[in-house]
């Protein structure tokens, strides 16, 4: 038996970022449990509130990597994007490679079929237990006294040795720590907000694969990635005050909107598919938050949206959560696994680098929606080709 094994580690939130850290604890020999609120998401139709896909890049790969998973995840279950496709007004589109030298590019994954493939892996290791439908509703820090609601209504009390809080930017473990004293919490609503429309993938409409197509249009923009099943997932990100003015007005006027704004777009679609996901759908909001420290004691630790939840436009946010994994892992190996110290030195050394990346990807916003199809911008991309 290892010193590791008898370390009772607790992991609130079995999303991708709680997984990911559930199988490197796990690799290294500790007792891990996880607690997810929901069921299980390998047996959910769909994934409400969320994004249906995600881009998968580097700084993702490289912690999947350490748990052997990113090949089959990039062979398997991934759909390559190598550059943005931009759809302009007049018709006319063009491609901006992400990397015309190493040519790396990003990979376009469900959400669904990652945190399954996690799941997965997790049930195979014998010191790892996963607990769905365990909502954690109370935590005492002193006494590291975890308190759970079942979905029949019982209440579980655990006492673990060290807790990890990947329970996503609306964390109940963060919401905890913000009572605590000299912990320092700031969340911004931005005023756009998005929707997400499905674009069936038929043999006479397709889009350009092998890309992220972009419909920029000043103060909004549609995106779409490509899915392994052969379907797109698009996504309208405007200001929220004007959704209303297209999700609850007519069939007329939402295909005149669409006719106006990404012609090319309706082309694609079946219009009665379109109005009706129109109709049935919903703007959700888009969240940044920081806090500080990511640690409390020696023995709570935030990571994932839970610590750093940013905007969705530099398609970083789960890459940057499983970058915190790969931060932990070289702490855990430079620090012999003491865990006290793993704690605290994760605080300081990741908490400059997330709000960078937060920061970026407000600003890659502004690029993606209106200064990609600026003159400036496309001259500057020439340069950088030479
Ligand atoms: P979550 O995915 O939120 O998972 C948290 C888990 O904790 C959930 O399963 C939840 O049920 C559980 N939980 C919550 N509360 C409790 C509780 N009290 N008790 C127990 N369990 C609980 N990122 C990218 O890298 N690339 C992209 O292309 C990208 N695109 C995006 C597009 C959109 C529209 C949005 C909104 C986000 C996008 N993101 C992207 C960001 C990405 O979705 C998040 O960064 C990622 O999901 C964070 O993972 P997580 O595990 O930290 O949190």
Sequence with gaps: MTSQSKVKIAIIGAGP???????FMAEYGYDVTIFESRT?????????????????????????????LDNILIEELTEPMHGRMIHSTDGHNYSIPYDIFKKKCLYSISRKELNGVLLTKLEKYPNVKLNFSYKLVDIDFSSKKLTFQTVENQQ??????????????????????????????????????????????TKENVLTPGHLHIWPRGTFMLIALPNKDSFWTCTLFMPMD??????????EEILSFFNKHFKDFVNLIDPENLIRQVISGKARTLISIKCNPYHVNDSFLLMGDAAHAIVPFYGQGMNAGFEDCTILNQLLNEYDHDLKTVLRMFSLRRIEDAEAISDLALYNYIEMRDLVTRKSFLWRKKIDKI
């Design 40 to 68: 299980d998401i390998r047996l959910m139709q769909t994934t409400t509130g969320r994004s249906i896909n995600l881009a998968l890049s580097e700084r993702g790969i490289k912690a999947l990597q350490f748990v052997g």
């Design 156 to 201: 579980v009390i655990i006492l673990p040795d060290i807790v990890f809080g990947c329970d996503g930017a609306h964390s109940i473990v963060r919401q905890h720590m913000i009572r605590l004293p000299m912990f320092n919490y700031s969340q911004s609503y931005i005023n756009h907000g998005y929707f997400e429309i499905n674009l069936p993938n």
């Design 242 to 251: 004007k959704f209303p003015l297209i999700l609850e007005s007519g069939k």
């Design 17 to 23: 970022v709680g997984s990911l850290c559930a199988c």
